[in-house]
């Protein structure tokens, strides 16, 4: 059974730095894409970013480059999010996700991590 | 970035109904379309891929439809549980971005 488990969220002052962790199993986590989703309180879904099956590529949504850094140890299976500058805008629940072989459509989720940017 | 418009922005029907989402791109996404169910209080859930192929699983109620800017979600007999919030989103492009979702309910 595939299993995604986020942790390392919580309250956090604007300016500072917050790093997720995504703990994965029942599945090859080497041979899959993963990608952090984030949604706002009450609000819609939003693509956080992406890293390729070997950690070579990363790709990252406009508002969050330069201040987010997404990484992977495919020998932990374990995904990151290393996230600095936070802004109050960067409240939300983060989920992390698997990408479906070859394409950015999302399979599985993780139950989702509270992180929240507030003095 | 892509524009996703999703309508309606809430929806409430019986039991045993058809229902249909409506999924509207700014450009054409060459059917790289993806519909996700989110209960209440859970993570989103995959339930279509490319426009109208059924995730493993997925009850057979569910199909989707569509090319270029327009994408349907069909829900034919509902069902109590498919009582949810309901997205869209584009795998086309960068960001790959979501319609803001429609909320089902039961009547």
């Known amino acids: 059974e595939v299993q995604l488990v986020e942790s390392g969220g919580g309250l956090v002052q604007p300016g500072r730095s917050l790093k997720l962790s995504c703990a994965a199993s029942?599945?090859?986590?080497?041979?899959?894409?993963m990608a952090w989703v984030r949604q706002a309180p009450k609000k819609g879904l939003e693509w956080v970013a992406t890293?390729?099956?070997?950690?070579?590529?990363?790709y990252y949504r406009d508002s969050v480059k330069g201040r987010f850094t997404i990484s992977r140890d495919n020998a932990k299976s374990t995904l990151y999010l290393q996230m600095d500058s936070l802004r109050s805008e960067d409240t939300a629940t983060y989920y992390c996700a698997r990408s479906y072989i070859g394409t950015t459509v999302f399979d599985y989720w993780g139950q989702g991590v509270m992180v929240t940017v507030s003095s | 970035d892509i524009q996703m418009t999703q309508s309606p922005a809430s929806l409430s029907a019986s039991l045993g109904e058809t229902v249909t989402i409506e999924c509207l791109a700014s450009?054409?996404?060459?059917?790289?379309l993806a519909w996700y169910q989110q209960k209440p209080g859970k993570s989103p859930q995959l339930l279509i891929y490319?426009?109208?192929s059924l995730n493993d699983g997925v009850p057979s109620r569910f199909s989707g439809s569509g090319s270029g800017t327009q994408y349907s979600l069909k829900i034919n007999s509902l069902q109590s549980e498919d009582v949810s919030i309901y997205f869209c989103q584009q795998n086309y492009d960068s960001p790959y971005t979501f319609g803001a979702g429609t909320k089902l309910e039961l009547k």
């Open positions: 890293i390729s099956y070997d950690g070579s590529s990363t």
């Open positions: 029942g599945f090859t986590f080497s041979d899959y894409n």
């Open positions: 450009e054409d996404i060459y059917s790289n």
């Open positions: 490319y426009a109208n």
